[in-house]
């Protein structure tokens, strides 16, 4: 059984709004036996670390209950022992991660703690999923009107940037890491 081809479905909604990645060379296969650990890391903006608009806070608040807390919960129940490392920012456009925004005060931007995560679990099996793109478009919309041509640049830029992010990435992971 393919790990990948279970996971898609849960991931639908993450690619409808991401731009696409390319798939990994190696697919993801689960082993037979669930003791193996599996780290989940999430990099993107606000999807990523579960802010999204509540009652009380309608621009957005961390919850917990976001597409990687539902990945998640879905492996654990499958009985995957499960770590999850989120390295996203909220508001955080692809061109801002590859120039190096830093948004929790550690120091260091989203990128480069996503590229430390995988470069420290070479040997590990690692599922990534990325949602990167959708805020480089947000400064082409206004109210009701949305500019076509500022979205075309801020759409050719946003691609640029996460082909550079994802090979990043890809140059750091180990051989049983999987893009999502």
């Not at 790990?3 to 993801?28: D, E, K, M, Q, Y």
Request: net charge positive; glycine share 10%; with cysteine.
């Amino acid at each position: 059984k393919k790990f990948h081809r279970w996971l898609a479905p849960i991931l639908t909604g993450v690619a409808a709004v991401a731009f696409a990645a390319p798939a990994s060379a190696a697919p993801f296969a689960i082993p037979s036996e669930h003791a193996t650990p599996v780290f989940y890391l999430a990099v993107g903006a606000s999807e990523s670390v579960g802010v999204m608009p509540t009652v009380n806070a309608p621009k957005g608040q961390k919850t917990d209950l976001g597409y990687v807390n539902g990945v998640a919960a879905a492996l654990s129940a499958q009985g995957y022992d499960v770590t999850t490392y989120q390295a996203g920012c909220p508001g955080l456009s692809a061109v801002a991660a590859l120039t190096g925004a830093r948004c929790n005060g550690d120091g260091l931007s989203s990128l480069q703690r996503a590229i430390n995560f995988l470069g420290s679990h070479v040997s590990d099996r690692v599922i990534v999923t990325f949602d990167l793109g959708f805020n480089d478009l947000r400064q082409c919309r206004a109210a009701e009107f949305q500019n076509p041509v500022c979205a075309s640049k801020a759409a050719s830029q946003a691609g640029g940037a996460v082909a550079t992010i994802i090979q990043s990435l890809q140059s750091v992971a180990g051989p049983n890491t999987s893009f999502y």
